[in-house]
């Protein structure tokens, strides 16, 4: 089975400052999908980006972006330019890359406090 | 972009109740939808996977008898709570594939969850 580990209870970061946020996984797939969500205070889920193991080019969306060492197993978030809107809860997700049937498998999560 | 919608909001029932939550496909045929529970102050955890015309896949621990899936069309996959107790009472997230994104795209889309309180 896989699991998703996020030792990052909580972080706390200055707006307009950068933070990274870790997120280890354990797999023995070689083919899989990685994600970020945020879960604001609606709790609404919030895709923030997404990455394919067999991708070596790290994602990135806007303020957004990972770094994904496969050899490691470690998939961090960095958000660069912090905003208030970033507060929320940050989880790590895996999905195996079969057929699309496979449920995420969440880390625990991570609380990112935004200091004004 | 797709959406999935997601009803109640919130419910509130007496124990030994049954609640039912709804979770729909607004724009896209959804052939498998995804069914998790989230505590107070911790990780979405993955129930069952709900497939069209066929029965769930439950995750183990979960019971099957307890937590009622159908999915009988493209677009709806229901989740019953049946005879609940305060244990039960948690933060219920359904997510759903759209399959016209391709397997390589995979993206997921969540309802925006149903809290169930038990009294």
């Known amino acids: 089975a896989q699991t998703v580990t996020q030792s990052q209870p909580e972080m706390s970061v200055q707006e307009a400052e950068t933070v990274t946020l870790s997120c280890t996984y354990d797999t023995s797939e070689s083919d899989y999908y990685l994600f970020w969500y945020k879960q604001p205070p609606s709790r609404q889920m919030i895709l923030v980006i997404r990455?394919?193991?067999?991708?070596?080019q790290n994602a990135t969306e806007n303020r957004f972006s990972v770094n994904f060492q496969k050899a490691a197993k470690s998939f961090s978030l960095k958000i660069s330019d912090s905003q208030l809107g970033d507060a929320a809860m940050y989880f790590c997700a895996y999905r195996n890359s079969g057929g699309g049937a496979d449920g995420l498998t969440f880390g625990k999560g991570t609380h990112l406090i935004i200091q004004p | 972009g797709a959406v999935v919608s997601q009803h109640p909001s919130w419910v509130i029932c007496k124990s030994g109740t049954s609640v039912k939550i709804e979770c729909r496909s607004l724009d896209f045929q959804a052939t498998t939808m995804f069914w998790y529970r989230q505590f107070p102050k911790q990780s979405l955890m993955l129930m069952a996977t709900?497939?069209?015309?066929?029965?769930?896949?439950?995750e183990q621990g979960v019971e099957k008898d307890k937590f009622l899936i159908n999915h009988a069309s493209l677009t709806l996959s229901t989740l019953t709570v049946t005879s609940a107790h305060p244990e039960d009472s948690s933060f219920y997230i359904c997510?759903?594939?759209?399959?016209?994104?391709?397997?390589?795209?995979?993206?997921?889309?969540f309802g925006s969850g149903t809290q169930l309180s038990v009294l």
């Open positions: 709900s497939n069209e015309g066929s029965k769930a896949t439950y």
């Open positions: 997510s759903a594939r759209d399959p016209g994104q391709g397997v390589s795209r995979s993206k997921l889309f």
């Open positions: 990455q394919e193991a067999y991708k070596q």
